[in-house]
Structure formats: structure tokens, C-alpha cells
């Protein structure tokens, strides 16, 4: 296998050349890709045989087999979302600014690509389908390291996007596979080469990667997400959406980990919610309050702030809305959390409030996802607040650029006075940004 070196260099100039290229041979790139798949799919299915036998004797917990398993239903999704990306509009190239400076001279913010991304993620290799094709999309490169218990399964999924990719005339190495820990020790170093490293884990995890890289970091860290159930809520429908939240699939990160309820409808909610979560097999934790209520074992204060991913819900009885709040914005991960009620004043302040990136009145924190949003796919949920936030699809990954578009004009005239800033807005998009077959 040849060096990271030589393989971020070879990224680069993938994404130099995916850059200039025009949204329609993407788009064909795309459904190529979902049709490659599918006509690979014998290979594929095999490669994950490999993977989940490996798992089943290393005891990987049954939520994990379940992310790590790649059949025809997560082909059937990762397929829909080739096809609805490639519907998706052109996220370079794109004006989101037109100001004239001086007559005659005009400015054009447009969007572009950030050029090279390194993304480390968890063992689920839908998400390398996800991440590379809204790299492709976007004009970047992406090196790709996944977990080490999918290592055959990305090996084929990823030998089947390059493929397709060249096979629809674009660079096939917009695309590569990491496939050690000494190669994401030596992807940090290629700060000359790499320009944004998106790590998919633990807070520390992430909090590692940042200290031991000169690369700009973009993390998508832990989904401790909350539901709250309000004095005001429908109790039939809080205990449908806490199931929902909780036990729909326990091993992804926008599943509810900590569920907090007002004291004043504790007792009416409480026996319901252990029968409804007993059905489907979740060993609830409470505090001492929960305990007086229903018998559940105790939690301690790290269930607070414990990623389960598992069968295991965490219940605690607040005072009122503000203990709620305050509980989630100490003890959450910014991810996402939400509040069943039906009072409009309660349900505002708790989404003005909270300080996490998706933010629910009524529904589900399942939803807190890129292919529901709409975004195609996504590369992972961002829980900072600098560059994206939330589920991370196209416009995350673009940058902008500034195209200034002049005639002759010459600062010593501004100087001088013989011409005057003018900072007209224009309703215009940039004129050079219609792709002409690189000025032939």
C-alpha cells in the first residue's frame, strides 16, 4: 500500500481537478455509483459476511452488529441517497454575495470546496457512502478511515465508488481508504496537503485528534440527546416519542440517552413509560425521585452524562422547565434534544435556550438526521457552532471565495479621489462562474 503522503498528494490533485468539473458529470457520477453498487452487490454482501463473523467472535455488542451489518436494506438506502443527492442543486459555484466597490468594479462572493478532507468515523459502512458521495459532490477529496471491525466491507465499498467514478471520467482518487492507526497518525502531520479533518467518536476521541494535529478539526463528538416531557405534554404521546427516541435503534447518535420529566405529571407518566420501554427491552436507570415512583435500578451522576448505545435510558424528575434546561445544557453534548408539550411559551423558551444543535418540540430526536433534512446524506452532526452545525451535508462542506471582477481600475484612483466607493448591492450572480471546459 502506498504512503499517506502519496496519497494525500494524489487527493489533492483530485480535488483540483473535481473543482472544475460541471454539476451534470457529477450527477452522472453519482448514479453511476448507486448503480455499481448494486451490481456489486454479491461482493459486498461477502466482505460484510467477513466483518460480522470477525465481530460475532471478538462479542461486539448486538447494537454494534446491528450498525456494522450491510444487507440489501442498506443497500436499497444508500442507493436513494446517491439518487436523491444527485437531485440536490450545485452546492459550488454559487453566489451568496454581489456588491459593486467603484464603478465598473464588482465583487462576488461564491461558494467553492474546501479541497481535501480526512474523516475518521465509526463501524457503519453506509457512512463511507454517505461521506464519499457528498464529497464527490461537493468537489472535494476525502481520505477515509473507518472502524477497523468493517475494514473488508469498506474495502469493497470503497473499490466500487473509485471504479465508478473513473468510470464516469472523474478522478478515482477523490476517494482512498485508510486502513490503520499509523495512517491517521500520519494523516494529522499532512497539514500541507489536508485542510479540514472531520473525526465521528467520543468528546476525547475528538479532544485527541485536535492535539495532535495542526489540520483544522471539525468535531461530530458524543449524542447524549434529551427528551423532556413538560407538565403540558399529552402523556400518550410523550411515551410514543420517548419509545421512539430510545428504542427505533439504540446504536446511532441521535437516539435519546437521558429522558426528564416534570415532577407535576411524573406519576401519571412514569408506570406507562417502564411498561412501553419494558416491551422493548430497555433497562431504565432513575433518580431518587423516579425510584420513589416505578423500581428501576439507580443512576449515578456519569449516567448523565453517559453515550449508551445501547438498551439503557437514564429518567430523572426535574422541578420545572428551567431544571430541564439547565440539566441538558451542563450535561448533554449539544446534540440534539427535545420537549413534548403542548404550551407555546414553555415549548419557546426551551428552544430558544437550549444550546445544542437540533433543537424539538413534539417529535422524535431520530429526525436529527442529513437524508431526513433533506441534505441527501451527511458526513456526520456537528455539535460545535464554527463552520456547521447539525447534520453536516453539502453546505458544510463548501468554503467561499471572493471573485473581484474589474476593468483597469487602480487603488491610486480611490487615493486620489478620482473615484468613489460606491458598495452598491447587485441582484446578479457572478458571471464567471458557468463551467466552459477549463478556457479552452
Given at each position: 500500500m502506498m504512503d499517506l503522503h502519496h496519497m494525500a498528494a494524489l487527493a489533492r490533485e483530485a480535488a483540483w481537478s473535481l473543482a472544475a468539473t460541471p454539476i451534470e458529470a457529477r450527477n452522472r457520477a453519482l448514479t453511476a455509483m448507486a448503480e455499481a453498487l448494486e451490481d456489486s452487490k454479491a461482493e459486498i454482501f461477502s466482505a460484510n459476511e467477513k466483518d460480522l463473523a470477525q465481530a460475532e467472535r471478538d462479542q461486539l455488542a448486538a447494537p454494534l452488529l446491528g450498525r456494522l451489518r450491510f444487507g440489501a436494506e442498506k443497500l436499497r438506502q444508500v442507493s436513494e441517497g446517491l439518487y436523491a443527492l444527485a437531485e440536490l442543486p450545485d452546492p459550488i459555484g454559487q453566489t451568496t454575495m454581489a456588491r459593486e466597490l467603484t464603478e465598473g468594479l464588482r465583487l462576488y462572493q461564491v461558494t467553492c470546496p474546501i479541497g481535501v478532507i480526512?474523516?475518521?468515523?465509526?463501524?457503519?459502512?453506509?457512512?463511507?457512502?454517505?461521506?464519499?458521495?457528498?464529497?464527490?459532490?461537493?468537489?472535494n477529496a476525502v481520505l477515509l478511515k473507518g472502524g477497523r471491525e468493517a475494514l473488508h466491507t469498506n474495502a469493497a465499498l470503497c473499490a466500487v465508488l473509485r471504479q465508478a467514478a473513473e468510470k464516469a471520467g472523474l478522478p478515482r482518487d477523490f476517494a482512498q481508504l485508510l486502513e490503520s492507526r499509523e495512517d491517521v497518525a500520519a494523516m494529522l502531520k499532512e497539514d500541507g496537503l489536508i485542510d479540514l479533518i472531520i473525526p465521528r467518536g467520543?468528546?476525547?476521541?475528538?479532544?485527541?485528534?485536535?492535539?495532535?494535529?495542526?489540520?483544522?478539526?471539525?468535531?461530530?463528538?458524543?449524542?447524549?440527546?434529551?427528551?423532556?416531557?413538560?407538565?403540558?405534554?399529552?402523556?400518550?404521546?410523550?411515551?410514543?416519542?420517548?419509545?421512539?427516541?430510545?428504542?427505533?435503534?439504540?446504536?446511532?447518535?441521535?437516539?435519546?440517552?437521558?429522558?426528564?420529566?416534570h415532577r407535576d405529571i411524573a406519576e401519571a407518566l412514569l408506570p406507562a413509560l417502564m411498561t412501553a420501554m419494558t416491551d422493548k427491552h430497555v433497562r431504565l436507570l432513575g433518580d431518587e425521585r423516579v425510584r420513589a415512583i416505578i423500581p428501576v435500578e439507580a443512576a449515578t451522576e456519569e449516567d448523565w452524562r453517559t453515550e449508551y448505545l445501547d438498551y439503557v435510558l437514564s429518567i430523572r424528575v426535574v422541578d420545572d422547565l428551567a431544571a430541564a434546561i439547565d440539566h441538558i445544557n451542563r450535561y448533554g453534548s449539544?446534540?440534539?434534544?427535545?420537549?413534548?408539550?403542548?404550551?407555546?411559551?414553555?415549548?419557546?423558551?426551551?428552544?430558544?435556550?437550549?444550546?445544542?444543535?437540533?433543537?424539538?418540540?413534539?417529535?422524535?430526536?431520530?429526525?436529527?438526521?442529513?437524508?431526513?433534512?433533506?441534505?441527501?446524506?451527511?458526513?456526520?452532526?456537528?455539535t460545535g457552532k464554527i463552520h456547521a452545525r447539525g447534520p453536516m451535508g453539502l453546505e458544510g462542506l463548501t468554503t467561499y471565495k471572493y471573485k473581484l471582477l474589474g476593468s483597469g481600475q487602480l487603488m491610486a484612483e480611490m487615493k486620489r479621489g478620482e473615484r468613489r466607493y460606491t458598495h452598491r448591492t447587485l441582484n446578479e450572480s457572478c458571471p464567471m462562474d458557468a463551467f466552459d471546459g477549463g478556457g479552452k
Amino acid at each position: 500500500m502506498m504512503d499517506l503522503h502519496h496519497m494525500a498528494a494524489l487527493a489533492r490533485e483530485a480535488a483540483w481537478s473535481l473543482a472544475a468539473t460541471p454539476i451534470e458529470a457529477r450527477n452522472r457520477a453519482l448514479t453511476a455509483m448507486a448503480e455499481a453498487l448494486e451490481d456489486s452487490k454479491a461482493e459486498i454482501f461477502s466482505a460484510n459476511e467477513k466483518d460480522l463473523a470477525q465481530a460475532e467472535r471478538d462479542q461486539l455488542a448486538a447494537p454494534l452488529l446491528g450498525r456494522l451489518r450491510f444487507g440489501a436494506e442498506k443497500l436499497r438506502q444508500v442507493s436513494e441517497g446517491l439518487y436523491a443527492l444527485a437531485e440536490l442543486p450545485d452546492p459550488i459555484g454559487q453566489t451568496t454575495m454581489a456588491r459593486e466597490l467603484t464603478e465598473g468594479l464588482r465583487l462576488y462572493q461564491v461558494t467553492c470546496p474546501i479541497g481535501v478532507i480526512g474523516v475518521i468515523f465509526e463501524s457503519r459502512p453506509d457512512a463511507l457512502v454517505q461521506i464519499a458521495s457528498l464529497a464527490l459532490k461537493s468537489g472535494n477529496a476525502v481520505l477515509l478511515k473507518g472502524g477497523r471491525e468493517a475494514l473488508h466491507t469498506n474495502a469493497a465499498l470503497c473499490a466500487v465508488l473509485r471504479q465508478a467514478a473513473e468510470k464516469a471520467g472523474l478522478p478515482r482518487d477523490f476517494a482512498q481508504l485508510l486502513e490503520s492507526r499509523e495512517d491517521v497518525a500520519a494523516m494529522l502531520k499532512e497539514d500541507g496537503l489536508i485542510d479540514l479533518i472531520i473525526p465521528r467518536g467520543s468528546n476525547a476521541f475528538v479532544r485527541y485528534i485536535m492535539d495532535n494535529s495542526r489540520i483544522p478539526v471539525l468535531g461530530h463528538a458524543d449524542g447524549v440527546c434529551h427528551v423532556y416531557v413538560d407538565k403540558a405534554a399529552d402523556v400518550p404521546m410523550a411515551i410514543r416519542i420517548a419509545v421512539d427516541s430510545k428504542a427505533q435503534n439504540v446504536a446511532v447518535c441521535n437516539a435519546m440517552e437521558t429522558l426528564l420529566v416534570h415532577r407535576d405529571i411524573a406519576e401519571a407518566l412514569l408506570p406507562a413509560l417502564m411498561t412501553a420501554m419494558t416491551d422493548k427491552h430497555v433497562r431504565l436507570l432513575g433518580d431518587e425521585r423516579v425510584r420513589a415512583i416505578i423500581p428501576v435500578e439507580a443512576a449515578t451522576e456519569e449516567d448523565w452524562r453517559t453515550e449508551y448505545l445501547d438498551y439503557v435510558l437514564s429518567i430523572r424528575v426535574v422541578d420545572d422547565l428551567a431544571a430541564a434546561i439547565d440539566h441538558i445544557n451542563r450535561y448533554g453534548s449539544h446534540h440534539t434534544d427535545c420537549i413534548v408539550t403542548a404550551d407555546d411559551e414553555a415549548a419557546q423558551a426551551f428552544l430558544a435556550r437550549v444550546d445544542s444543535a437540533g433543537v424539538y418540540r413534539n417529535v422524535s430526536t431520530r429526525f436529527a438526521d442529513g437524508f431526513v433534512y433533506g441534505f441527501g446524506a451527511e458526513v456526520g452532526i456537528a455539535t460545535g457552532k464554527i463552520h456547521a452545525r447539525g447534520p453536516m451535508g453539502l453546505e458544510g462542506l463548501t468554503t467561499y471565495k471572493y471573485k473581484l471582477l474589474g476593468s483597469g481600475q487602480l487603488m491610486a484612483e480611490m487615493k486620489r479621489g478620482e473615484r468613489r466607493y460606491t458598495h452598491r448591492t447587485l441582484n446578479e450572480s457572478c458571471p464567471m462562474d458557468a463551467f466552459d471546459g477549463g478556457g479552452k
